[in-house]
């Protein structure tokens, strides 16, 4: 079975024909790892799936400081979403980590997609009610939860993260330094 289809019918049931029309929205591309797929400043139109791979969205603050908003493995996706529906410019830039299969869809062929298929409606609504659900999760954790505390609630929902990212790269998702991370390692 497609990877993509594995992932839609957690959500969606589809067919073979109705599949088939779904993957021909999107198109399939293979990066090297350290190479962008988004960068700040960018305008971006489309959204990416990875099949293979570890991207991270990430910004820099005015002193230069990388602070990264979300990792992204095997069956997720990522994009710079204000950029994506408000046709602006990109705040944040999107990396790979490895080497990486994606697929994505345009912001043209998803709104074709939506409006042909009413699943696929069913399908974003849903993945972006989840999506709001772990970014309100991330913040919450980030306000009220202890280095400690952050540093055992990623290990324990992203194990595999950890063999897969630097510890520089965990400090700057967890808001901690290198430092204060090796003392919570050890």
């Known amino acids: 079975m497609h990877p993509l289809r594995k992932h839609l019918e957690e959500i969606i049931s589809l067919n073979d024909e109705e599949f088939d029309f779904i993957l021909s929205h999107f198109s399939l591309i293979k990066k090297r790892k350290h190479q962008f797929i988004v960068q700040e400043g960018d305008m971006v139109d489309k959204i990416y799936w990875v099949i293979k791979g570890c991207l991270r969205t990430c910004f820099y603050d005015d002193t230069g400081k990388?602070?990264?908003?979300?990792?992204?493995?095997?069956?997720?996706?990522?994009?710079?979403?204000?950029?994506?529906?408000?046709?602006?410019?990109?705040?944040t830039s999107i990396d790979c980590l490895e080497d990486c299969e994606l697929l994505y869809i345009t912001s043209e062929n998803r709104e074709k997609l939506t409006s042909e298929m009413h699943k696929?409606?069913?399908?974003?609504?849903?993945?972006?009610?989840?999506?709001?659900?772990?970014?309100?999760?991330?913040?919450?954790?980030?306000?009220?939860?202890?280095?400690?505390e952050r540093y055992e609630l990623f290990l324990s929902q992203y194990p595999q993260l950890f063999q897969r990212v630097s510890k520089k790269m965990i400090s700057a998702y967890l808001g901690v330094s290198r430092e204060t991370l090796s003392r919570l390692n050890s």
Not at 122 to 146: D, E, H, M, P, Y
């Open 66 to 91: 990388e602070h990264i908003l979300q990792f992204a493995m095997e069956n997720w996706w990522a994009s710079d979403y204000d950029s994506f529906v408000y046709k602006t410019k990109a705040k």
């Open 120 to 148: 696929m409606e069913t399908f974003w609504a849903k993945k972006t009610v989840k999506g709001r659900i772990s970014l309100q999760n991330r913040v919450l954790s980030l306000l009220k939860n202890s280095a400690k």
